[in-house]
């Protein structure tokens, strides 16, 4: 799935857990997790960027641009480690990058920023760095600079509006790179066996397009990355996303 398709479907699965908009009688959202409406909109922006973090195994990959010479030196040295769709692509990196969001919003380091107050720097820099992919992944800010402007003003947003971060960050980093991982389990390529790294391969036998023979797996409805109905779905998604977003800040 291409960068800016998984960034949409972070923010929509999000969206679909924590929002609790509604049109009518159309409940646009779970509410599960009884976040402020600040939150929700924070949340949307990290779970999008999330949703681009097991591509730090490519070099060519959105994230890889984000940094300029840092990001594609990062991205390379762990192409190199592991290869593309490898370890970043597994419930065990899910899990890895869900507990790093969890420690960054738990270190105890704050800043009393001018205006802003007391500040958690972890959390804004969590925050800036993932608002940052996802607004360059979604083309919504282009150039080296502008992304990270961008961030650092969501970042100092969500200092402000949704201080309390270990609440929902967290949920949001890992839902967000498991979205990624659903989201290359629908294309043809597919991602690592489940239980990576212990993997089974198959026989010639039972070999398949949902079973490949390195082990990887897949269900391929989307076909190739990029495909006419990867389009078609993502598309559907932005238009949930944008009424969503829209319903929650105007209620």
């Given at each position: 799935?291409?960068?800016?398709?998984?960034?949409?479907?972070?923010?929509?699965?999000?969206?679909?857990?924590?929002?609790?908009?509604?049109?009518?009688?159309?409940?646009?959202?779970?509410?599960?997790?009884?976040?402020?409406?600040?939150?929700?909109l924070?949340?949307?922006?990290?779970?999008?960027?999330?949703?681009?973090?097991?591509?730090?195994?490519?070099?060519?990959?959105?994230?890889?641009?984000?940094?300029?010479?840092?990001?594609?030196?990062?991205?390379?040295?762990?192409?190199?480690?592991?290869?593309?769709?490898?370890?970043?692509?597994?419930?065990?990196?899910?899990?890895?990058?869900?507990?790093?969001?969890?420690?960054?919003?738990?270190?105890?380091?704050?800043?009393?920023?001018?205006?802003?107050?007391?500040?958690?720097?972890?959390?804004?820099?969590?925050?800036?760095?993932?608002?940052?992919?996802?607004?360059?992944?979604?083309?919504?800010?282009?150039?080296?600079?502008?992304?990270?402007?961008?961030?650092?003003?969501?970042?100092?947003?969500?200092?402000?509006?949704?201080?309390?971060?270990?609440?929902?960050l967290?949920?949001?980093?890992?839902?967000?790179?498991?979205?990624?991982?659903?989201?290359?389990?629908?294309t043809?390529?597919?991602?690592?066996?489940?239980?990576?790294?212990?993997?089974?391969?198959?026989?010639?036998?039972?070999?398949?397009?949902?079973?490949?023979?390195?082990?990887?797996?897949?269900?391929?409805?989307?076909?190739?990355?990029?495909?006419?109905?990867?389009?078609?779905?993502?598309?559907?998604?932005?238009?949930?996303?944008?009424?969503?977003?829209?319903?929650?800040?105007?209620?």
């Amino acid at each position: 799935m291409m960068g800016g398709h998984h960034a949409i479907s972070g923010a929509a699965a999000w969206l679909a857990l924590t929002g609790s908009a509604s049109i009518g009688d159309w409940t646009l959202g779970a509410g599960a997790l009884d976040l402020t409406g600040p939150e929700v909109l924070a949340g949307t922006v990290v779970a999008a960027g999330a949703a681009l973090l097991p591509d730090i195994d490519h070099p060519t990959a959105t994230i890889a641009r984000s940094a300029g010479a840092v990001s594609k030196l990062a991205t390379s040295a762990v192409s190199s480690a592991t290869g593309h769709r490898g370890a970043t692509h597994t419930l065990l990196a899910v899990v890895a990058f869900t507990l790093l969001g969890a420690v960054a919003t738990g270190l105890d380091w704050s800043w009393h920023a001018p205006v802003l107050g007391q500040v958690q720097v972890g959390a804004v820099i969590v925050v800036t760095v993932l608002c940052a992919f996802a607004v360059r992944a979604m083309q919504l800010a282009h150039g080296s600079l502008m992304p990270w402007l961008v961030g650092i003003a969501c970042g100092l947003l969500t200092a402000v509006a949704a201080p309390e971060t270990s609440a929902w960050l967290p949920v949001a980093i890992g839902l967000g790179a498991l979205l990624h991982l659903f989201g290359d389990l629908a294309t043809t390529d597919g991602i690592p066996f489940p239980t990576w790294p212990l993997v089974l391969k198959p026989s010639q036998r039972v070999e398949s397009a949902m079973w490949h023979a390195d082990g990887d797996i897949a269900v391929p409805f989307l076909g190739n990355a990029g495909s006419i109905r990867e389009w078609v779905l993502c598309g559907a998604l932005t238009l949930y996303v944008a009424v969503a977003i829209t319903t929650t800040i105007l209620p």
